[in-house]
Every structure is written in C-alpha cells, then in structure tokens.
C-alpha cells in the first residue's frame, strides 16, 4: 500500500512512491499539519516541527494559554483565511452573515484503489492496480462547509496529483472566494523557484529566482493559461541541477486563469498555492452544492530537474494524453498557414499537396481562411460553412484529391471566437460576450462566444461535427487568438457573475470531450496563436499542442527547452518553415530548421514547391529520419544537455528505454574564426555498452557521459548537429 495511516489521538498519514514520501498529520486540535514531502523517509516526520512563541502570532483558543501553538507558523495542508494564518491562504469564503473565517478540522478518511476522477475537468487518470487515491475530510468548526482534500498517487511514477471538493452541508447559501488546488508548505530548506514566461510567438523562457521574504507570483487572468505564464512551476534548492539537487514541480491540469504564489515568510518557512485565479473566480454553494476544484499534479526529485522532467513526461504522455493518438506515431504534416495565409484557393492548395506527397508527407493541414466570407482576419468566424468561392468543388471535391494523393487531410477551426462581420452575429449577436453598455473589448478584431451557453455550445458542436463528418477528416487544430476580456452572460444573475470565467473552460472542456468522444479517429492539436494555452489541462482533449507562432529555429530552441521542464515532446507541435523566417527575419540553415522541428511532433509550414532541388531533397531525407527517429524521439528520455540562454549551442538528447538508441540533436548559434570545438557529455547511457555512429566511430558508454562527445566543427552560424547512435 503506497497510503499508510496510523490512527491514534493524532492519525498519522504517510504516502510512500518509488523514491518519495509525503507525510501529514492531524493534532490535538484536529488540525492537518503538513509534515514532509521529499525523499523516502521511514517514521514520523513530526518531531521536526518547532513550535516557537513568535510576537504576533495568534494563537486558537482551544489552545488556551499555549502561546507556542499558532496557524500562523504551523506547516498547513490547506491554508483558510480569516482565522489567524496571515500567510497566502488556499481557500476563502464568505458566509450568509458576511463573515470569511473558515477554521477547518479533520473529520475522517477514506483509501480507495485506483485515481480519482473529476467529473467535467482533465485529470491524471490511471488503471486500477497502479494507483491508489486518499480522501481526507476536514470541516468548519462554526458552519457547515466541508472540504475533502484529495491525493492520487502513482508510486511507480513517483507523481502524485491533488485536488478538492468544498461542500456547503448547511441551509444557507455560502459563497466561495477561492479556492487552489494545492497548497504545500515546505518548512525547511532554502529554494529559488522558476517559473516560464513570456509573450506571443515567445512562450515558455524559464526564469530561476531566489525566494525573497514575502510572495512571489507567477499567474493568467487571461481567461486562458497564456502566452505569458505558464501554469507550471519549480521549487528548487539553490544547488539544484540537471543532475542533482532537490526539486519539487507541479503542473495545473488547467486551463483558463490560474494563481501560483509563493510564500517565503518570516520563519524562513516556503508555501507553494497553486489553482483558480481568485480575483477571476467566485462560486455561490447552495445548501448541498459541491465545487470540485481542478487538479495539479506535482512530483518531487533529489536528483535534479531531469529526473523531474522525466516523471512528468512519462505522466502526462501516458495518463493525461488520451485517445488513439495518445501513444500513437503522429502524422508528418504541411500546414498552408505560412505558405499561403488567407490567400488560397482549391488550386494553390493541391499544388502545395502535390510536392508534400511526392516528398513524403503525410498529411495536409488547410488553416484558417476555408470557410464563411474570410479574405483576411477581420470576418468570418463563427461561419463554419465551406467557403466555395475558395473551394470552388466544396471541401469533398479537395479532400478526395488530396486522399488520391496518398495523404491524409486536416482542417483548422477557431470556435470560440465571432467576427463581428459574420452570419453568425447577425443572427445571433447576444451569443457574443459583451457587457450591455459598453463597447467590448476586440482581440484581433474579433470577440468571444459565450462557452457557458448551451446554445452556442450545441450550434458549435453541430457545425463542427457536420464538418467533419461531411468527408474523410482525420485530424483538427483547435485555435483561439485573444485573450477573455468583459465577462458578462445573461445567463447567470448579477451575483454569480464571477463563475463565468470558470465555467467558460468548462463550457470547452465539455465541447471537445463530446467532440473527441464521437471522432474517435481524429487527431486534435491544440492551439492558442501558438503557445497560448499550452497545459496539461488541453493535453487531456489534445494529444499535441501548437507550441508557438514562432517558427523561427533559433529561438525554438529557447521556446522548447522551456517547453520540455514538464510536457513531453510528443505534445510540442513544431514546423519547419521558410528563411527569412515570418518572425524574425533571421536566416538558419535547412538542417536546423529540421532538427529542431523534430524535438516534437514534426511537420513543415512553407510552400515545398518553391523550394531549390537540393532543399527537397533534403526535405525527402528530413522525413525519413523522422520516420525513423520519431519513436525514439517520443518513447525515448529527454535529455537537455545545454541551456540555449547561456550557451553557445542548444543541445539536447533522446534515448531509448533499453538505451539501445541515441539521438543527440540541436545548432551551434554562432561560429567564430579558429574555435574550439565544444564537448558535451551525454547523460543516460549504459557505461559499459558501445555506442557507434553510421561513419562506424564508435564510443563506450562511459567515455560519452564522462568525456563527452565532441560537437561538430561548425560553420556559418545556426549550424546544425545531428549524432545518432546505436548501441552493440
Ligand atoms: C494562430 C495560429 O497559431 C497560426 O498557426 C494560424 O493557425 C493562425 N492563428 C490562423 O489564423
């Protein structure tokens, strides 16, 4: 059994994965006090707990005189508001009296076998036999809100996932202020934590900061989990590498506005919250209503960010991706976005569909522009009817031709959004989101469909399924280009406005699980003008994700090395497109373009045709390779062998599970006269096997993980390295 539980006047619970523990317990109060998360332990971590008599820390008055007992310096499992813990809280209401205080006691326990799930959000999900699932109920001490804090645990994996339910047991209405999903305090040791910023087209930088006394924050009030945080996060110790050190990670299966705080307070204590964005959520519990928050998975590592990175890939690939595509060899694709944008026709289509075949590819992807009056951005959405003046035969007549050709087809839809100048604001223009009187805010020229209404959300499910089942359809990429601005539905009163947010992710959870449930076949990446709303949480409806709108090889290294700290490479959409790069304007070589849009779910974005013979021919080889590497590429460990922001070069490395097979890729950014060659060692090999290269060089295991292997001689800048190994 992975949960222990040690029941006495104090029940002492202990969960044990492959190499950690995580350790909590009730107290004479029936307080939950967080004990210990970090390596295997065995025994009560309790003893570790001081109970200073700090100024200004309160005291609970069952403690009577007892000045040494305060919530405000206890380690708590889940932190209220309103009751004497001044540090950063995980849940807050408000109750009939207008009250906030919630002073939450243990009230029982429940083991189950196997993983939670939660009715209408993304969760981690596993078979029976490799999970194990706790339930801790804890109550009010003066009204009737109950809280059930939940812990699913995959021993093997080492991972463990939390989320909980608040439920209103009384007679009168309560009103939820906030609500996380974790809340884990660290009492001892000193962290720096790191979080993944950015913006449009430069998604996911990783920034590592010491803790500074007070809260850190790092969150989206975007209605989205956004270009510009991500929903993921880092504790490490302040000697954490690759390779050593602790750290702790999570990663909200979520994805709309979400917190992540920390707090690093006056006893040299860490709190880590992560969940709903609060100042975006407000949620009325009617007597016996529950609020199922969403779900974080987190793991914990003494030997570094890899180790880390490996235990969320391996999670998140294999029990929060889903359907056939989960596991699936993925489609090599051309996507016409870049090649034509909106100015296409059945023509130009077939024309770029021709090469991609006779070179390989396996899928066309039409993007957007195919349907409704959409010449350009400013029309269109919401018309999800074939455009026949584009696609003069209708989307049959092109399919067909496309399939004749040996290739599968893909479509692009944005269906959250409506063009102002569209059939379907004429007809529907309450459908949009707007406040009445006032003029709402438009993010490239277009507004949002209410996704809490059923309305829209059977309008969208009936066109998109008539779409796709008007022809052989075998994969949709799932757009959404703006940011949420002017919630306001007149579908709830005044005083629940403040759930619309939630339950605009909600509204689209529910829409793509209908729509992935009926197509089955169909491969769904997700998409949010790239990278905007890469989570966990769209991972469970899309097996892969757009990773940015940046196709620019140079700082997709940089994007996708922050990308890798916790999604696995299967998810990370990457193309290869034309130099001048769209973005940049920067120029790379052909071969860097391909070696770095195949740390991903490979596929092109440029017009093949206007390519020299030698750069198809080059394609032709691109796309064996990654027949032949992708397995590797998406099975293997990932290794980050550099760190593209303080090297010269990016590197990173693949390796099969029987360490058989090696693939170390990536670009040296700038060549300089007379330079050294760089030496790299290579990590996750077997020491004692030889690895040989096609020119017949070979290595031993260890001579690559302690000597290194030596970067090719470079020349221009961007230059490319691509090592395959195989081991004898
Ligand atoms: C944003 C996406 O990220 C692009 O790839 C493309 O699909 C455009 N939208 C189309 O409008």
Not at 390 to 409: N, Q, R, T
């Amino acid at each position: 059994m992975a949960i222990q539980v040690k029941e006495g006047k104090e029940t002492l619970f202990t969960i044990q994965t492959k190499h950690t523990t995580y350790q909590m317990k009730t107290d004479a109060y029936g307080v939950l006090q967080h004990l210990w998360y970090g390596a295997t332990i065995k025994g009560d971590m309790s003893y570790l707990l001081d109970y200073p008599d700090v100024g200004f820390s309160g005291n609970i008055y069952e403690a009577g005189n007892q000045r040494t007992y305060s919530l405000n310096t206890l380690p708590q499992e889940y932190a209220c508001e309103g009751v004497g813990d001044y540090r950063i809280s995980a849940v807050a209401v408000t109750h009939a009296d207008g009250s906030n205080a919630l002073d939450l006691r243990y009230q029982s326990y429940t083991i189950k076998k196997g993983k939670y799930a939660i009715q209408g959000l993304p969760a981690v999900y596993a078979a029976e036999k490799e999970a194990e699932t706790l339930e801790i109920v804890l109550k009010d001490t003066a009204s009737s809100v109950q809280v059930t804090l939940r812990y699913g645990v995959l021993p093997e994996l080492d991972v463990l996932t939390r989320c909980v339910s608040i439920s209103n047991l009384g007679d009168t209405t309560v009103q939820l202020t906030k609500a996380a999903s974790l809340c884990l305090d660290v009492p001892y040791g000193k962290w720096e934590w790191m979080h993944f910023y950015g913006r449009h087209a430069m998604e996911r930088i990783p920034e590592r900061m010491p803790l500074l006394h007070g809260i850190q924050e790092s969150s989206s009030t975007r209605g989205t989990s956004s270009h510009h945080q991500n929903p993921s996060v880092l504790l490490c110790s302040p000697d954490c590498t690759e390779t050593s050190g602790s750290c702790i990670g999570a990663v909200f299966l979520y994805s709309g506005s979400f917190q992540t705080k920390i707090e690093y307070d006056q006893m040299r204590q860490t709190r880590l919250i992560m969940g709903l964005h609060p100042d975006l959520f407000r949620w009325e519990l009617k007597p016996q209503e529950t609020f199922d928050t969403p779900e974080v998975l987190f793991s914990y590592s003494e030997n570094g960010m890899e180790t880390l990175s490996h235990r969320f890939h391996k999670a998140i690939r294999e029990h929060v991706c889903r359907g056939k595509y989960q596991l699936a060899e993925r489609p090599i694709l051309i996507n016409n976005w870049e090649a034509t944008y909106f100015d296409f026709n059945e023509e130009k289509i077939l024309h770029i569909a021709q090469e991609a075949a006779r070179l390989g590819v396996d899928m066309l992807v039409l993007d957007d522009g195919w349907f409704g009056k959409r010449e350009d951005d400013n029309s269109g959405l919401g018309d999800w009817f074939v455009n026949e003046k584009k696609l003069k035969g209708g989307l049959d007549s092109l399919v067909s031709k496309i399939k004749a050709l040996g290739m599968k087809f893909g479509i692009w839809f944005e269906p959250e959004m409506v063009s102002e100048d569209s059939d379907l604001y004429r007809c529907h223009p309450n459908w949009a989101i707007e406040i009445p009187g006032r003029k709402p805010m438009r993010g490239r020229y277009q507004l949002l469909l209410d996704m809490t209404n059923p309305d829209v959300q059977e309008y969208l499910y009936e066109r998109i399924s008539d779409i796709l089942s008007s022809t052989d359809i075998s994969y949709v990429k799932w757009d959404m280009n703006r940011s949420i601005s002017d919630w306001y539905t007149a579908l709830l009163p005044a005083e629940r406005l403040g759930e619309m947010p939630h339950r605009y992710v909600l509204g689209i959870y529910a829409l793509l699980e209908r729509l992935t449930s009926a197509f089955p076949n169909v491969l769904f990446e997700g998409c949010s003008g790239g990278g905007g709303r890469f989570d966990a949480g769209m991972l469970y409806y899309c097996p892969q994700i757009w990773c940015s709108d940046d196709t620019d090889a140079y700082e997709r290294t940089i994007i996708q090395y922050g990308t890798s700290f916790f999604y696995p490479t299967s998810t990370v959409g990457s193309h290869v497109s034309v130099v001048p790069n769209h973005q940049t304007g920067r120029i790379t070589p052909m071969k860097s373009r391909a070696v770095t849009a195949m740390a991903g779910s490979f596929g092109y974005e440029l017009d093949l045709n206007l390519l020299s013979e030698a750069e198809k021919e080059a394609v032709q080889q691109q796309i064996q390779q990654f027949k032949q590497y992708g397995s590797l590429i998406h099975n293997g460990k990932y290794y980050r062998l550099s760190n593209p922001m303080e090297s010269n070069y990016a590197v990173w490395e693949f390796v099969s599970e029987d360490q058989k097979e090696v693939l170390v890729q990536g670009m040296i950014f700038r060549t300089e006269a007379n330079m050294v060659r760089y030496c790299v060692p290579l990590r996750g090999l077997d020491k004692n096997c030889i690895y040989r290269l096609k020119d017949g060089t070979s290595y031993s295991g260890s001579a690559l993980m302690k000597g290194g292997i030596l970067l090719p001689k470079s020349w221009g800048d961007y230059y490319p390295v691509s090592l395959y190994f195989v081991g004898e």
